[in-house]
């Protein structure tokens, strides 16, 4: 992330395609995310490709895509000895490719990479109109989410079933409560944008959105997206109010569950608190403890090199998919090396947010309440390969240098 200061009425180079591509990106996302959260992926790469001839005059940060790019090499070194490894020679259909995360690594972290790049080279002009689409299209996610999870997914049911087969109402709640994920991401720069433009009402739409979105997941029963706003909440007060301090505490904050997380969880185990923890606990995080002892079990097996990519997967029923948190998903397949570079990027992007917060602390601000916000997330809920919701952290790094470029603009 990077931030120019030009005086409102210095000359601005034009960039109408980056602009088109962002405002394109924006509309079409209260609709990927309210009917289909996974054509993310699609949309990502559609605008990563698009955008390439953009990236000439983009100045990437070197240090965080030097840790992806090593991550990713190290995920397709781990095919060597993963349990998951697919049969290249097997490799003939579409849905054959799509089991190859690692292959899939690789073109994601071109395009996705390509669109953040790309599109932070906008111009104030073009970030202005697309951030005003982006809050418009925000808004309106958040009232229907908010209103078909009141009425028990309906409104998607009856959506659904005009395409395709019928949808059982618990299927059909759950995908509604898919659409609270990207709420609670956009929700941190649309605040920003709002908190820049100065007229009557503001303060209410950010309260609308936030409470729009917080009822949306309770009524269909997500509980991340509900702690991850609280959270990013509070990180969002403390860098407002206090400024870099907290800006830096987050570093080791954020940097030490990717280092420390197996051991936490196995003193856990023999300490006796997960046997308390089992007892208060709701069904679904009572699942999600067993899965974590048992995951920190196997890591210790090959705490180095990890099991290899994918090998979540190899598990059985004691790991259904994935981990249900990345620091042990990354721990577990890629190993320590794995976790370090996670942390070595995150660790960068926090740096970066400290430089925001010391030039407009409500910048700051923003980036860490997104940042905390994808982490609770992505640490309780989804798998660490997921494109969809890769796609979904490349938006919201978009999403914020757009309501960075917006703001400035109307200082």
Same mark, same amino acid.
């Given at each position: 992330?990077?931030?120019?200061?030009?005086?409102?009425?210095?000359?601005?180079?034009?960039?109408?395609?980056?602009?088109?591509?962002?405002?394109?990106?924006?509309?079409?996302?209260?609709?990927?995310?309210?009917?289909?959260?996974?054509?993310?992926?699609?949309?990502?790469?559609?605008?990563?490709?698009?955008?390439?001839?953009?990236?000439? $005059?983009?100045?990437?940060?070197?240090?965080?895509?030097?840790?992806?790019?090593?991550?990713?090499?190290?995920?397709?070194?781990?095919? +060597?000895?993963?349990?998951?490894?697919?049969?290249?020679?097997?490799?003939? $259909?579409?849905?054959?490719?799509?089991?190859?995360?690692?292959?899939?690594?690789?073109?994601?972290?071109?395009?996705?990479?390509?669109?953040?790049?790309?599109?932070?080279?906008?111009?104030?002009?073009?970030?202005?109109?697309?951030?005003?689409?982006?809050?418009?299209?925000?808004?309106?996610?958040?009232?229907?989410?908010?209103?078909?999870?009141?009425?028990?997914?309906?409104?998607?049911?009856?959506?659904? +079933?005009?395409?395709?087969?019928?949808?059982?109402?618990?299927?059909?709640?759950?995908?509604?409560?898919?659409?609270?994920?990207?709420?609670?991401?956009?929700?941190?720069?649309?605040?920003?944008?709002?908190?820049?433009?100065?007229?009557?009402?503001?303060?209410?739409?950010?309260?609308?959105?936030?409470?729009?979105?917080?009822?949306?997941?309770?009524?269909?029963?997500?509980?991340?997206?509900?702690?991850?706003?609280?959270?990013?909440?509070?990180?969002?007060?403390?860098?407002?109010?206090?400024?870099?301090?907290?800006? $830096?505490?987050?570093?080791?904050?954020?940097?030490?569950?990717?280092?420390?997380?197996?051991?936490?969880?196995?003193?856990?185990?023999?300490?006796?608190?997960?046997?308390?923890?089992?007892?208060?606990?709701?069904?679904?995080?009572?699942? $999600?403890?067993?899965?974590?002892?048992?995951?920190?079990?196997?890591?210790?097996?090959?705490?180095?090199?990890?099991?290899?990519?994918?090998?979540?997967?190899?598990?059985?029923?004691?790991?259904?998919?994935?981990?249900? +948190?990345?620091?042990?998903?990354?721990?577990?397949?890629?190993?320590?090396?794995?976790?370090?570079?996670?942390?070595?990027?995150?660790?960068?992007?926090?740096?970066?947010?400290?430089?925001?917060?010391?030039?407009?602390?409500?910048?700051?601000?923003?980036?860490?309440?997104?940042?905390?916000?994808?982490?609770?997330?992505?640490?309780?809920?989804?798998?660490?390969?997921?494109?969809?919701?890769?796609?979904?952290?490349?938006?919201?790094?978009?999403?914020?240098?757009?309501?960075?470029?917006?703001?400035?603009?109307?200082?």
């Amino acid at each position: 992330m990077t931030r120019t200061d030009v005086l409102p009425d210095a000359p601005e180079r034009r960039t109408r395609w980056l602009g088109a591509l962002a405002v394109f990106m924006m509309v079409m996302t209260p609709l990927i995310g309210y009917l289909i959260p996974l054509w993310f992926a699609g949309l990502l790469s559609l605008v990563g490709l698009l955008a390439t001839p953009g990236l000439a $005059r983009s100045r990437p940060p070197v240090l965080p895509v030097l840790a992806l790019v090593l991550l990713v090499a190290w995920a397709l070194i781990s095919l +060597n000895w993963s349990p998951a490894a697919p049969d290249l020679s097997a490799l003939r $259909r579409d849905k054959d490719v799509e089991k190859f995360t690692a292959l899939k690594l690789v073109f994601q972290l071109g395009l996705y990479g390509v669109a953040v790049a790309a599109l932070g080279g906008m111009s104030r002009r073009s970030a202005r109109f697309a951030g005003k689409v982006m809050l418009v299209g925000v808004t309106v996610l958040a009232l229907v989410a908010c209103v078909d999870g009141l009425l028990h997914a309906k409104i998607y049911m009856v959506l659904h +079933n005009l395409t395709e087969e019928p949808i059982r109402p618990d299927q059909a709640v759950v995908k509604v409560s898919e659409a609270t994920y990207p709420l609670v991401l956009l929700f941190w720069p649309c605040a920003r944008m709002l908190d820049a433009w100065k007229f009557q009402g503001r303060n209410l739409l950010i309260a609308l959105i936030a409470l729009c979105t917080v009822l949306g997941a309770h009524f269909t029963g997500a509980d991340a997206p509900i702690a991850a706003i609280a959270l990013g909440g509070l990180t969002w007060l403390g860098v407002r109010v206090i400024g870099k301090p907290i800006a $830096r505490a987050l570093i080791p904050i954020v940097v030490t569950p990717f280092i420390f997380a197996p051991m936490v969880v196995l003193w856990g185990v023999r300490s006796g608190l997960f046997a308390w923890l089992h007892v208060i606990a709701p069904p679904s995080w009572d699942h $999600r403890l067993n899965i974590w002892a048992f995951t920190a079990n196997q890591i210790v097996q090959h705490a180095l090199r990890g099991w290899g990519i994918d090998a979540s997967r190899t598990f059985g029923p004691a790991i259904p998919l994935h981990t249900h +948190n990345a620091a042990l998903q990354l721990w577990l397949e890629l190993g320590s090396l794995g976790a370090a570079l996670a942390a070595a990027f995150f660790a960068w992007i926090l740096y970066r947010v400290v430089a925001w917060t010391g030039e407009d602390r409500r910048d700051g601000a923003m980036a860490a309440g997104a940042l905390v916000s994808y982490l609770v997330i992505g640490g309780l809920s989804f798998g660490v390969w997921q494109e969809w919701w890769l796609a979904l952290g490349a938006l919201t790094a978009i999403a914020c240098g757009v309501a960075q470029k917006s703001s400035a603009a109307t200082r």
